[in-house]
């Protein structure tokens, strides 16, 4: 009996104690799906899955709408004809030659917009930036200006080189003087770049194009924003940069989610936190280089759904990106076709997202907590 209790009695090993589930790293965010799913985490997941298949649902219905709806109704049955069963008809011409091109075009911009929304909020963890605020639209537009005024290039597929190399050389800049002589890529030193830098670009943009009335025709619809594409020549044009793009932004989400949790932490969990910022960086000239130079000066599409996608999914990065992809193409597109049936003439899409955008930033500044990043 004695030797019983001692055996129950006896000291064993020592254990650490563990620590508290609030002391702990949160490492979960940068291990994404790698670690082992609790049940509640498989829960949340499963509504996130579900949440996904109906958006991505709704950007089919969107898509549906951008090919019927215009100065002439096509109802959903010929569209579906047009593709299954193409036939040399007035409604299927107008199909698949005037608005599918710009249906692409805006399923394309987007997905390079919120994406590249998403990208520059995690890389800056300001939950207020958008693509324009690294330059890249007024790049964009001052490159356009010198192609118009000064080599009178006057198509969209002339033009559109020009303003994607403007939102290159400008995205390079910022980033030059964001490092400012270092190795390491500073967020606010970049954010202030960006602004400073496209403040001067859109000064003399503004100035050039004043002096000259034909600069100035051509950039007004496009200054904007409008998916107005008749040709397949432009989305044939910017695709192979989406897609670049778009794949260099997945390539770096698994250290975004570890930039959100600090420079320090995520380098002591084995991020290179400098190298996803490179990509990041990278990844939102090609997107928003690419959007820009296709469809204009868009805004708000990159600041409202990288958060409506946060307030969803949660802060992961991956499901952030996923639900971005669905939701910013069905917020332009759904965009384009109010334009098309708000006024007698139409409405670029620009100004609809404007006026929806508008709203949202008033929602933002009057929360007394913005969604984290």
């Known amino acids: 009996m004695d030797s019983v209790v001692s055996q129950v009695t006896a000291p064993g090993p020592a254990r650490s104690p563990e620590p508290p589930a609030a002391a702990r790293p949160h490492t979960a965010a940068f291990a994404g799906d790698d670690a082992k799913p609790r049940s509640g985490v498989v829960h949340k997941s499963g509504w996130r899955v579900l949440f996904l298949l109906i958006a991505v649902l709704i950007l089919l219905g969107a898509a549906v709408l951008s090919l019927g709806v215009g100065a002439k109704f096509i109802p959903a049955s010929s569209v579906l004809q047009a593709f299954l069963n193409p036939q040399d008809t007035a409604d299927h011409a107008i199909i698949l030659q005037n608005r599918l091109p710009r249906t692409l075009m805006g399923i394309g911009a987007g997905m390079a917009l919120g994406v590249a929304g998403a990208l520059i909020q995690a890389i800056t963890r300001n939950p207020l930036a958008d693509p324009g605020i690294l330059g890249v639209n007024a790049g964009a537009s001052f490159a356009i200006v010198i192609a118009i005024g000064v080599?009178?290039?006057?198509?969209?597929?002339?033009?559109i080189w020009f303003a994607f190399a403007g939102a290159i050389l400008t995205t390079a800049a910022v980033y030059l003087i964001g490092t400012s002589g270092r190795n390491v890529l500073n967020p606010i030193r970049l954010t202030l770049a960006g602004v400073a830098l496209g403040a001067v670009l859109t000064g003399i943009g503004s100035g050039l194009t004043l002096l000259n009335p034909k600069a100035f025709d051509h950039l007004r619809s496009w200054s904007i924003g409008s998916l107005d594409?008749?040709?397949?020549?432009?989305?044939?044009t910017v695709a192979p940069f989406l897609g670049v793009g778009l794949l260099i932004a997945l390539s770096c989400v698994r250290g975004l989610n570890a930039v959100a949790l600090g420079d320090d932490l995520a380098t002591s969990l084995g991020a290179n936190v400098n190298r996803t910022r490179i990509l990041g960086v990278v990844a939102i000239t090609l997107l928003s280089g690419a959007a820009t130079a296709g469809a204009g000066a868009i805004g708000f599409v990159g600041l409202m759904i990288p958060h409506v996608a946060r307030w969803i999914v949660g802060p992961n990065q991956r499901w952030i990106m996923a639900t971005t992809i669905v939701l910013s193409p069905t917020l332009l597109l759904l965009s384009d076709v109010v334009g098309r049936i708000a006024t007698p003439g139409e409405l670029q899409v620009g100004v609809v997202t404007a006026f929806i955008g508008a709203p949202v930033m008033i929602a933002l500044a009057r929360r007394r907590k913005v969604s984290g990043l």
């Open 229 to 236: 594409t008749r040709s397949m020549d432009a989305v044939l």
């Open 151 to 159: 080599f009178g290039i006057a198509s969209l597929n002339g033009y």
